[in-house]
Nanobody
């Protein structure tokens, strides 16, 4: 059974950092492209970052380039999202997802339950 579990969210001040974790089971994180998405209240879900299964290539939304870093640890079967220089606009529920395509950030069929990130002073 494919399962993704996020952790690491919380409340942080503007300019602060958080690292989100996505623990996978039922598959290995180098088998599927793994993406991070977020959804803020009243807004559509947004693709934030993605790491390719084939060669580990990474992709970022313009809004997070230079601030967020996606990585994976195959031995731990986990994917991470390091978020630095956080802004209030980064406040959202963050989800990891697998089974889709980084190039289009579409067709992700397996989703975690989400973790809340709140950036506020």
């Amino acid at each position: 059974q494919v399962q993704l579990v996020e952790s690491g969210g919380g409340l942080v001040q503007p300019g602060g950092s958080l690292r989100l974790s996505c623990a996978a089971s039922g598959f290995t994180v180098d088998y599927y492209d793994i993406g991070w998405f977020r959804q803020a209240p009243g807004k559509e879900r947004e693709g934030v970052s993605c790491i390719s299964s084939s060669d580990g290539s990474t992709y970022y939304a313009d809004s997070v380039k230079g601030r967020f870093t996606i990585s994976r640890d195959i031995a731990k079967n986990a994917v991470y999202l390091q978020m630095n220089s956080l802004k209030p606009d980064d406040t959202a529920v963050y989800y990891c997802a697998g089974g889709g395509y980084c190039l289009t950030l579409a067709d992700f069929g397996s989703w975690g339950q989400g973790t809340q990130v709140t950036v506020s002073s």
